[in-house]
């Protein structure tokens, strides 16, 4: 069975930093890309950023260019947002996700339908 695990959320003041990350039981998510999705009360989930099965390729949002970088560890089978100067409007439920056992290509994907494993989500959470 397959389960994507997000570890690292919390409380943090404005322009703090957090480090979020996925880890994967049950596949090597080294094979496979991964993207950290966010959702806020009241809005659609979001994607935040994204990166290929081989960390050759990223994409980070416009909303968190500059502030937040994603990385990927394949040997300990680990994906990782960091999360630097952070605002209240980053507050939201992150979520990493990642399309295993599926066709992939070799850049990272965006769009939410296209990934089919989803973790539970962690809450970050900015104070002004």
């Known amino acids: 069975q397959v389960r994507l695990v997000e570890s690292g959320g919390g409380l943090v003041q404005a322009g703090g930093s957090l480090r979020l990350s996925c880890a994967a039981s049950?596949?090597?998510?080294?094979?496979?890309?991964v993207g950290w999705f966010r959702q806020a009360p009241g809005t659609e989930r979001e994607i935040v950023a994204a990166i290929s099965w081989s960390g050759r390729s990223t994409y980070v949002g416009d909303s968190v260019k500059g502030r937040f970088t994603i990385s990927r560890d394949n040997a300990k089978n680990t994906v990782t947002l960091q999360m630097n100067n952070l605002r209240p409007e980053d507050t939201a439920v992150y979520y990493c996700?990642?399309?295993?056992?599926?066709?992939?290509?070799?850049?990272?994907?965006?769009?939410?339908?296209?990934?089919?494993?989803w973790g539970q989500g962690t809450q970050v959470t900015v104070s002004s």
């Open positions: 049950g596949r090597y998510l080294s094979r496979y890309p």
């Open positions: 996700a990642s399309r295993i056992d599926r066709d992939v290509g070799s850049g990272y994907l965006t769009g939410e339908n296209w990934y089919n494993y």
